[in-house]
């Protein structure tokens, strides 16, 4: 006799409550996941019209060694990536192990002594603190005299466009600009808005590199900062891009000159694009690629679930369950600890990998407080898969994305649920 749906959820200890809680969300929420739905259709169409240009064949997905020189099929990824975004060149190399990596190769290869970095959004992710000289730290860009200069957002969430006319001066030379919130309280910026911001800028200083972190944004909608301006745009393999099959890299898009800098930071002065073996990844960026539309599809199908069910039982949501997305992730403020890590052992226990294991906070490098992290991943790390994680200090908000099919973080959120509802924190 087969089970019911009902009964498949109660075997993997969900409970009657939480079912129908969640079904009748799901339920509710048709008419936005239909419009998650239109986007991914346009970027699936984009993502294939461009391998479809660069005429993409299964000779591109076998590796090279050693050097790697006219290694075709990372070339022709490096091709679709650049047709992709609507750029002149790309970079996008297993040899990036992250997107704090990605990130530094961007900066340290197009900035040079004397020069000043600004960031207009505020501060950066906590990890570029370190890369920046923000917090002190060895081989930082202050030790190599590049000044940095920050403009926070005002109270409201607006661009403090007098501070940053004030911040511009003869020696900025590149500008930061992070799409995604990271661990900072403050909206997610939507393209539009990165848009109005680098127009601004240019306006001002037309010559001034505008590069964006595009961590956890890319296809969730239907264009990418470099289609409003952006000379660089930056994110990491294991997030959105990677559609979950890549399993290391990260990427860089934009300007020749500027992708070319980063290349010889990558690799070296003069070798640049020219080396780096593929070492078997070829067909994994591809197929990643790819699929990446419809796996952030699912990401934003789960985030918004989550936000919705949040919400209804009190809990601030950021973004809230009704508001526009521009990136996968979504904040939970929980205002204790206990929840946070209750809602993160359910997050683990809905895994496909490693459900049976427990996760605790820890001193994680590059964050400057004990951070929990629920994972059950394919990809060790990868935050494109169901994760959630959490800084353990006020206001106790638990980050939450991802998840390669909306099946599954619909199950994961279900049991972060469950498992808040058994030790007493919410009550349906
Ligand atoms: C994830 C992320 C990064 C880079 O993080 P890695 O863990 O090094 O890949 C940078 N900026 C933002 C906004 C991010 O979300």
């Given amino acids: 006799m087969s089970e019911t749906l009902e009964q498949y959820y109660q075997a ?16 509710d929420l048709a008419p936005r996941f239909q419009g998650f739905d239109q986007v991914a259709e346009y970027n699936q169409l984009k993502v294939i019209r461009a391998m479809q240009e660069h005429k993409v064949s299964d000779y591109h997905f076998s590796d090279s060694t050693g050097y790697g ?7 022709t990824l490096e091709a679709v ?8 060149d790309a970079l996008v190399r297993p040899h990036i192990t992250c997107g704090t990596h990605a990130l530094t190769i961007a900066l340290s290869g197009n900035l040079r002594p004397g020069d000043e970095l600004l960031s ?6 906590d990890t570029l603190e370190g890369i920046i000289g923000i917090r002190p730290q060895k081989g930082s860009l202050a030790e190599y ?41 403050r909206r997610t910026l939507s393209v539009k808005r990165i848009g109005e911001l680098i127009a601004f800028i240019k306006s001002i200083r037309p010559d001034v590199i505008c590069m964006v972190d595009n961590c956890y944004g890319e296809f969730v909608e239907t264009i990418e900062p470099t289609d409003v301006g952006a000379d660089l745009c930056v994110g990491s393999l294991i997030k959105n891009p990677g559609g979950g099959l890549a399993p290391i890299g990260g990427y860089i898009v934009g300007k020749k000159e500027y992708v070319e800098n980063a290349a010889y930071r990558l690799t070296a002065p003069g070798l640049g694009k020219e080396v780096g073996a593929s070492l078997g ?6 197929q990643g690629l790819f699929l990446a539309p419809q796996v952030v599809n699912g990401a934003l199908k789960g985030a918004v679930f989550a936000a919705n069910i949040y919400e209804k039982l009190g809990f601030e949501c950021v973004p809230d369950a009704s ?13 204790h600890p206990e929840h946070v890590i209750e809602f993160c052992k359910g997050i683990q226990a809905a895994a496909p990998v490693d459900s049976h294991v427990t996760p605790e906070p820890w001193a994680m490098p590059g964050y400057d407080c004990d951070v929990i992290m629920a994972a059950g991943a394919f990809i060790s790390g990868s935050s494109i898969e169901l994760s959630a994680d959490a800084p353990i200090k006020p206001p106790y908000s638990v980050y939450f994305q991802g998840g390669l099919t909306w099946h599954h973080a ?3 959120i279900m049991m972060s649920l469950q498992k808040l509802a058994e030790a007493g924190l919410v009550t349906l």
């Fill in 12 to 27: 993997l200890g969900i409970s009657k409550n939480v079912y129908e809680f969640c079904q009748a969300m799901e339920k």
């Fill in 145 to 185: 005299g590049i000044t940095y200069r920050q403009v926070d957002l005002l109270p409201d969430g607006e661009f403090d466009y007098e501070g940053i006319r004030n911040a511009l001066n003869p020696r900025t030379k590149l500008v930061t600009i992070q799409r995604s919130k990271g661990y900072q309280p």
């Fill in 69 to 75: 020189y006219n290694d075709s099929g990372r070339d």
């Fill in 120 to 125: 207009p959004v505020g501060k950066p992710y």
């Fill in 81 to 88: 990536y650049a047709s992709v975004f609507h750029t002149e």
């Fill in 410 to 412: 619909k199950f994961g």
């Fill in 323 to 335: 508001e526009s997305r521009h990136d996968i992730i979504q904040a939970v403020v929980f205002n």
């Fill in 281 to 286: 990844v070829n067909r994994s960026f591809f």
